[in-house]
């Protein structure tokens, strides 16, 4: 019987979802169906709803309203790539009817939001996995391998993730979502950055403590309903990340660093470093480079191939099933054979939680203007700058 899913918000990201999903159903017929696709916006969902229809003869139902869908729907999984803000709502309406989740990260808008999500999937025994795709792709488990199995560089030691740039303020740009702190829980520390903190914590493991410094420094308005309202995202922020296992880095942006552009991404270990090709977030690319202390020096799609050759037949029908290698295929894959197998995701809301348990650290850091420790950001001891969010949803 194939897995039932539906997909909320049927937006930007939600489309890479619905081709992963498509992908999946033309190399493993019978493995999912789409039975049903919900937007606020019910357009966004029809269109959805006539893609399935198109690519596999099946129309999914459409709906605007989420309650209507799992009182009308007999659902395994439903995949949340709503707006963060909906994230714990859809997720703890899904899971109290008994459904499966996958949340998009930063899985929940605050520290507490996620763990509302972690206690209703363990309160109803079900999923609640974390959309993270970048871990997943070949040249970040690459990476893995090479630092933590291989050990190409020697002891991991320090890390610099660090871009400089200038963007002008753009008042006559629309109003969305992100921009609104109550919405989106924070900037790009949290957005594109809960994906570094998981890349991270997949690297090195837990930090230990964080120092974080963010702010706007350029004054940035945007048009909502003809009026200008303030973009409330940071265009700024340093921070210090300490591990648990010493290795200490430093994840620094700005865009509002005018004549002088630069991205630097480097990993150091006692032995050589990890030269990478791409922007702060994202990381290590398949461009990357080891230059080791003696000279020596390999492309990561080199590494690749020995990674690849290093596995063994299982190992690789686990990590990249079907011979995928898409991070978003990867996922939406492992989310359904985990419902269909009964298992744990790979990457759970308890996994999500603490990568994104580094982003919220940095805010908090910066809001109490001191070192925070990690572990009290993540049990939700500290919530400083995440307390007013937290009050709007009645958290
Ligand atoms: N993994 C990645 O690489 C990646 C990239 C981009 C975005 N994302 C994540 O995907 C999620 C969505 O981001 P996006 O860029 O697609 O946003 P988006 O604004 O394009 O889409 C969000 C959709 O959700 C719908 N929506 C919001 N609240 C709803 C509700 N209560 N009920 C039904 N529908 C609702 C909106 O109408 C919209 O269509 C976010 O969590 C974001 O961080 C992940």
């Known amino acids: 019987m194939a897995i039932r899913i539906a997909i909320i918000g049927c937006g930007g990201m939600s489309g890479g979802h619905l081709n992963a999903y498509l992908t999946i159903c033309d190399a493993v017929p019978d493995k999912v169906e789409l039975v049903a696709m919900c937007d606020a916006v019910k357009e966004r969902a029809e269109d959805f709803a006539t893609r399935v229809m198109e690519a596999t003869g099946r129309m999914p139902a459409v709906y605007d309203d989420l309650d209507k869908m799992l009182s009308a729907e007999n659902l395994d999984g439903v995949d949340i790539c709503t707006s963060h803000a909906y994230h714990h709502i859809a997720a703890t309406k899904c899971l109290n009817a008994g459904v499966n989740v996958m949340v998009e990260k930063p899985t ?114 945007v048009t909502k309903s003809g009026e200008l309202v303030q973009d409330e995202q940071e265009d700024t922020w340093m921070a210090t990340i300490n591990f648990k296992n010493g290795v200490t880095g430093l994840w620094t942006c700005s865009w509002a660093a005018p004549g002088h552009d630069f991205n630097h991404v ?119 700058y995440q307390k007013p969010i937290n009050e709007r949803w009645n958290l």
């Not at 629309?174 to 924070?186: E, F, I, K, M, T």
């Not at 003696?294 to 020995?306: A, E, F, N, T, W």
């Not at 744990?344 to 908090?364: D, Q, V």
């Open 108 to 221: 929940g808008i605050t520290v507490k939001a996620t763990h509302a999500i972690i206690s209703a999937a363990s309160a109803n025994n079900k999923i609640a996995a974390t959309a993270e795709n970048i871990r997943r792709m070949p040249s970040r488990r690459a990476s893995w391998w090479l630092m933590n199995e291989k050990k190409m560089l020697g002891e991991m030691t320090t890390f610099y993730a660090q871009h400089a740039s200038y963007r002008a303020p753009t008042p006559e740009a629309n109003w969305h979502w992100r921009l609104d702190l109550s919405l989106g829980g924070g900037g790009m520390v949290m957005d594109s950055g809960a994906h570094y903190g998981d890349t991270i914590r997949y690297l090195f493991g837990d930090p230990d403590t964080i120092y974080g410094r963010v702010s706007q420094i350029v004054d940035r308005k």
């Open 266 to 384: 480097v990993y150091y270990g006692t032995e050589g470093a990890l030269i990478d090709s791409g922007d702060i977030f994202h990381g290590p690319f398949d461009d990357a480079e080891i230059v080791l202390k003696d000279g020596s020096q390999y492309s990561m799609k080199d590494l690749i191939d020995d990674y690849m050759s290093s596995l063994d037949e299982e190992e690789k029908k686990r990590l990249f099933p079907y011979g995928f290698t898409d991070g978003v295929v990867l996922e939406c894959y492992d989310f359904i054979d985990a419902i269909e197998h009964d298992r744990p995701p790979e990457i759970t809301a308890e996994m999500g939680l603490r990568a994104k348990s580094i982003c919220e650290a940095i805010y908090e850091s910066s809001a109490c203007n001191q070192v925070v420790d990690y572990e009290a950001v993540v049990s939700g001891e500290i919530e400083v």
